[in-house]
């Protein structure tokens, strides 16, 4: 069974632009969570989604954004981008919303110039 | 404000030997708590997870222990494999925080050595 895929690997961006990261959940799981890593750091958590609605969404300005679709997979936008948005963005999936282990994929290399 | 916290940032140990990794955390209201690894250019894999109705859990050569009083967990690894050589990631969830949601707080990470 395929795991959780992320789609680019690494993007280089410049400052002020806008970024998508794409995200397909293991199959047969309907949550998906996005975290940021940043070096020396452990993960962030930024959203959480189910069921194409927003469960819950961590401590990031209103530049981020995401979305799942009906086929539960997600996007997570980030606008304006600022050198400090550098990092890897880690998308992970669950059965369920809550109380499931998060299975994570490889990542999004984002580095902002 | 840390409220998972791995204080040790790196750990070398025998091949063979037990690895033991630290984890301490602040929020009472975690309820479920979980490892992961990573190793560079992966994301993070699941290991083991333990509930806070329970004080251990086992799987295979991975041991997780939960003291609530002391708010602490360890992660054993026996016996330690070359192959374990990785960044280890605790994490806690506070399952009843309400609205369904299940966000995950990590600590920074303990990189662990098992040398051959």
């Known amino acids: 069974d395929a795991g959780v895929t992320q789609s680019p690997t690494h993007l280089i961006k410049t400052r002020g632009q806008h970024v998508t990261l794409r995200c397909s959940p293991i199959s047969g799981h309907k949550s998906v969570s996005w975290y940021q890593q940043v070096l020396g750091q452990g993960p962030q958590f930024i959203f959480q989604?189910?069921?194409?609605?927003?469960?819950g969404r961590g401590n990031f300005p209103d530049r981020f954004s995401a979305r799942q679709f009906p086929n539960y997979s997600s996007e997570l936008n980030v606008n304006a981008l600022l050198l400090g948005d550098s990092a890897l963005y880690l998308c992970?999936?669950?059965?369920?919303?809550?109380?499931?282990?998060?299975?994570f994929g490889p990542g999004t290399r984002l580095t902002v110039l | 404000d840390q409220q998972v916290k791995q204080n040790s940032p790196s750990l070398s140990v025998q091949e063979g030997r037990i690895s033991i990794l630290n984890c301490d955390y602040t929020?009472?209201?975690?309820?479920?708590f979980l490892w992961y690894k990573k190793y560079p250019a992966e994301g993070p894999t699941f290991l083991i997870s333990i509930s806070s109705i329970k004080d251990k859990n086992e799987d295979g050569r991975f041991t997780v222990f939960l003291n609530k009083s002391a708010k602490h967990l360890s992660l054993h690894i026996v016996p330690s494999q070359p192959g374990d050589s990785a960044v280890y990631f605790c994490?806690?969830?506070?399952?009843?925080?309400?609205?369904?949601?299940?966000?995950?707080?990590f600590g920074k990470g303990t990189k662990l050595s098992v040398i051959p």
């Open positions: 992970a999936s669950s059965l369920h919303a809550i109380k499931n282990e998060q299975f």
């Open positions: 929020n009472s209201m975690f309820d479920y």
């Open positions: 989604y189910y069921e194409k609605e927003e469960r």
């Open positions: 994490a806690a969830s506070a399952t009843y925080s309400g609205a369904g949601s299940y966000q995950l707080t």
